[in-house]
């Protein structure tokens, strides 16, 4: 009898979920009275409590990173390719922990779930959480897996920003923090393909101001083409030219509306899947705490005063390709980060692949990974 | 009594309309039985009728490209910029003809004209025209003004295309072709931003499969995103974090899908003021012919090939922070047309607004333009 998984996989994960009563008060004013965080875990944590790692999804991530929920399924969590035993965020030496954010629509409560206090879901009552919110509700459940301190904070994207704010945040609480594919802030072209993905959603009837869930029906349309956008913004150019280039479908032009390149086949594939699987609520709100993200703005603007009071180690990938956000955005964190003399090891990995790199098997940004990951592992 | 206009302005100008009663045979192997062209002339066409000049649209122009239509128009043509008295476009030298283009929105037959066959707007059943059909549609309108051969086709974007298939289907009847952010063709991401529209358009259920004429309404959800989103791609990065940066409306976050920066009510502006004054149906053939345009594809795709018997001299220029159509696109033309050994000048024009600075009054860009006009212009 051969082995279901690869020997490098993690294997059959189950998703667990904590209750929360206490209540959370978040950086809009609101508060959430109590709520749920659904996390995977993988590995063992050690007797010191040292190898703990925390992994932060992107906008449309979950805690599903590594691993399989069922033999059957086709695909393995949204960060398999550095997950695993063996594999870069290793996980016969480190204790991975990975959590659905606050507002998800994956476990974690969000605007799909049912409000106690009204029978409802919560829909557009639910409040718009940021990344410090975030970051709080994790620390939270650091607490309660007995987590004093990280050994890394781990994320890429919106991902890579929680673990810039858990430096920020948290300084006690944190030894590394890995930012890979982000920004230290939205560009006004970030904000605005944010908006458009938002107007798309907002505008389609089917959105019923948020209470989509009690009309039984969903936004469909609107989630289609903040995907489709998404995605454009994901890719690069020349990757999207590698992949479809100017292709047909049918080999001719048809003078017609259907499907005729091959990346509109690409694009309305991508759509119909995620429609089918996410929701336009939380879409919203992930694409919110993206805009909302700007640490230095609590410093007059001053990034490196924002982290004055930072004390972990940083690794900071970028890729060259990546035109949302690009190299240039890590270099203002390394930067900012060197005014404060903090230990940085920073990479700028030469890739074709556009934002979406950080998913992906690329050889050099695995070896640097790799490296840094293996020194935290030396020192636990 | 002062003048109403400023010296160097065309002043009050006067569309004119001509019908055309000669089927046109169009590269999707449909036949326009016949149609209408509304046009504008600026200046006098000379003695010899070696003066004349073709201005080209992009995909929301139209045919008022200089000067007023009324004394209280609070907005000049929309290359006013270049064309008039002493400008870079001269009037006092040229004889300046622009039309709308078939299937437009602004005079010229397209979906919300009326089919004399069917006592109905043509909706969907207009057909889908290419840069090539409309190239066809130019030189009958050419016929009409007794113009033998164009002094020069200029265009910006896709009117720069036209610039290119007039010197590639009509040798002989243009001497000079003008070329700005331009491209050869479209790349897949190009047609991706355009596949996100049409989807945009195409999902509203005001959409009413492109009959919305007679449904008494209009895809207005549809065109606005639409606009939002190819408004994005029109101005650079830089040029957005310089006009509005993180700029906050009300000087704060609210918390809320209201507007809170100031990109999100400048695209929503910008999208209310297009949808108001565009009609969706020609949005979506607009990004056909611009999606289709491929030269280089009836040569096997080798672009020297396409261009082997054109005889017309050529101006390109290129803007270095257009991401739309960036300075390699019009790169490639210039390499094309060196390959035959045509004589070209092409200018990259440093600049920082993105691919809208072909409507701009950029120094360098004017001066360069200037330059080329003044030496047609001693050769009339």
Same mark, same amino acid.
């Given at each position: 009898m051969t082995a279901p998984f690869a020997n490098d996989s993690v294997g059959l994960v189950q998703p667990r979920t904590t209750h929360f009563d206490e209540a959370l008060l978040l950086r809009s004013g609101e508060t959430l009275a109590s709520y749920d965080i659904v996390y995977e875990t993988y590995g063992q944590l050690n007797a010191s409590r040292s190898n703990a790692v925390l992994i932060c999804h992107a906008l449309s991530g979950n805690h599903h990173a590594a691993g399989y929920h069922r033999p059957t399924d086709k695909k393995p969590g949204w960060w398999d390719n550095l997950i695993g035993p063996g594999k870069v965020i290793d996980s016969e030496r480190f204790y991975i922990v990975s959590c659905n954010n606050l507002g998800g629509c994956h476990g974690s409560t969000g605007p799909a779930t049912v409000d106690a206090r009204t029978g409802r879901p919560y829909g557009p009552q639910f409040p718009i959480v940021t990344v410090a919110d975030w970051v709080q509700s994790q620390a939270r459940l650091a607490d309660v897996l007995g987590?004093?301190?990280?050994?890394a904070v781990i994320g890429g994207s919106l991902g890579g920003m929680q673990a810039m704010q858990w430096a920020i945040d948290f300084p006690a609480r944190i030894r590394n923090a890995i930012l890979i594919a982000a920004a230290p802030k939205l560009t006004a072209q970030n904000i605005a393909f944010n908006e458009v993905a938002r107007q798309a959603i907002r505008s389609d009837p089917d959105f019923h101001e948020g209470r989509y869930y009690e009309a039984q029906t969903e936004p469909w349309r609107g989630l289609r083409l903040a995907r489709m956008l998404g995605h454009i913004t994901y890719l690069s150019d020349d990757l999207m030219s590698e992949k479809f @280039?100017? *292709?047909?479908r049918e080999g001719?032009?048809?003078?017609?509306?259907?499907?005729?390149f091959q990346v509109e086949s690409y694009l309305r594939y991508q759509a119909d899947s995620f429609a089918g699987s996410f929701d336009a609520n939380t879409y919203l709100l992930m694409t919110k705490a993206l805009d909302y993200f700007d640490p230095a703005a609590d410093a007059g603007g001053d990034l490196s005063a924002a982290l004055r009071d930072v004390s972990a180690e940083f690794l900071v990938i970028s890729f060259t390709s990546d035109w949302r956000f690009a190299p240039y955005r890590s270099r203002e964190i390394v930067r900012a980060l060197h005014d404060n003399d903090l230990n940085v090891s920073y990479a700028e990995v030469e890739s074709?692949? @556009?934002? *979406?790199?950080?998913?992906l098997k690329i050889p050099q940004y695995l070896d640097v990974f790799q490296a840094y990951m293996g020194r935290i592992a030396s020192r636990l």
């Open positions: 987590i004093d301190q990280w050994a @280039g100017r *292709d047909l001719r032009i048809n003078f017609d509306y259907g499907v005729e074709h692949q @556009g934002h *979406d790199a950080f998913l």
